[in-house]
């Protein structure tokens, strides 16, 4: 069963730093989460959806840190995830790391593309999250990479660049949404669910230590419940 490191998840204390009698590692220790006519539709997915968090020590090991986590998420077959980022800065850093993965295909949004091709990335990526949960029970949907190596699939983007309901655009139904960056509001947290996520689907909340109190007040505020993120992935998958 596909482990990440147990020094990945430390519990958090209130102040965001690792519990006594942790053991961290050295060079990456993790402690161990606006459209008001969204509010129904965020209401029913975080009534089924999972939420937990994955706490970065500092904020030079997190994107070392995703790259770890996707080594493991990432190589599902035909899984479906979306990454959410705050900045274009970030969307543009985590592509690059990402786009050496081989087992995963990438497609992300941003504000200056064409509308044809922000379309078709759209469709392709919902096509293939609806294969997936067609051909797969959802409780195992993503298994291991087989003989044919079907990728998993993922879309990186921005707030701004979100899949915009009130015109039109479908939802992703992604099976995993990973929240890179964690929102200031909980109005822009409700949205990423409400456009990226399956109803069943499975947040993963990226925060560094000094956001703990952040992640509370979103998990209050929406009453949520965010779990740690357990050592053993497949658990959540």
């Given at each position: 069963?596909?482990?990440?490191?147990?020094?990945?998840?430390?519990?958090?204390?209130d102040?965001?730093?690792?519990?006594?009698?942790?053991?961290?590692s050295?060079?990456?220790?993790?402690?161990?989460?606006?459209a008001?006519?969204?509010?129904?539709?965020?209401?029913?997915?975080?009534?089924?959806?999972?939420?937990?968090?994955?706490?970065?020590?500092r904020?030079?090991?997190k994107m070392?840190?995703?790259?770890?986590?996707l080594?493991?998420v990432?190589?599902?077959?035909?899984?479906?995830?979306?990454?959410?980022?705050?900045?274009r800065?970030?969307?543009?850093?985590?592509?690059?790391?990402?786009?050496?993965?081989?087992?995963?295909?990438?497609?992300?949004?941003?504000?200056?593309?064409?509308?044809?091709?922000?379309?078709?990335?759209?469709?392709?990526?919902?096509?293939?999250?609806?294969?997936c949960?067609?051909?797969?029970?959802?409780?195992?949907?993503?298994?291991?990479?087989?003989?044919e190596?079907?990728?998993?699939?993922?879309?990186v983007?921005?707030?701004?660049c979100?899949?915009?309901?009130?015109?039109?655009?479908?939802?992703?139904?992604?099976?995993v949404?990973?929240?890179?960056?964690?929102?200031?509001?909980?109005?822009t947290?409700?949205?990423?669910?409400?456009t990226?996520?399956?109803p069943?689907?499975?947040?993963?909340?990226?925060?560094?230590?000094?956001?703990?109190?952040?992640?509370?007040?979103?998990?209050?505020?929406i009453?949520?419940?965010?779990?740690?993120?357990?050592?053993?992935?497949?658990?959540?998958?």
């Amino acid at each position: 069963m596909p482990l990440l490191p147990r020094y990945l998840n430390p519990p958090l204390t209130d102040s965001g730093s690792p519990a006594s009698g942790i053991r961290v590692s050295p060079s990456m220790a993790i402690d161990s989460v606006e459209a008001p006519s969204l509010s129904s539709t965020s209401s029913s997915h975080s009534s089924q959806s999972r939420h937990f968090y994955l706490a970065v020590d500092r904020l030079q090991f997190k994107m070392e840190t995703l790259v770890d986590l996707l080594g493991v998420v990432g190589r599902r077959s035909g899984l479906p995830m979306v990454v959410c980022c705050c900045s274009r800065d970030e969307l543009d850093a985590v592509c690059s790391s990402v786009s050496t993965l081989s087992y995963i295909s990438l497609a992300f949004l941003y504000s200056d593309l064409a509308a044809a091709d922000r379309a078709l990335i759209l469709e392709n990526f919902r096509q293939a999250a609806l294969k997936c949960y067609e051909n797969i029970p959802i409780q195992s949907c993503g298994g291991e990479i087989g003989e044919e190596g079907l990728k998993s699939h993922m879309i990186v983007a921005t707030d701004a660049c979100l899949p915009m309901l009130p015109s039109g655009e479908s939802p992703l139904s992604a099976r995993v949404l990973i929240n890179y960056e964690l929102p200031a509001k909980k109005e822009t947290y409700m949205r990423r669910m409400a456009t990226c996520l399956a109803p069943d689907g499975i947040v993963i909340n990226m925060v560094v230590g000094g956001e703990v109190a952040a992640l509370k007040s979103i998990e209050e505020s929406i009453n949520l419940v965010i779990a740690e993120m357990p050592i053993n992935v497949s658990e959540i998958l």
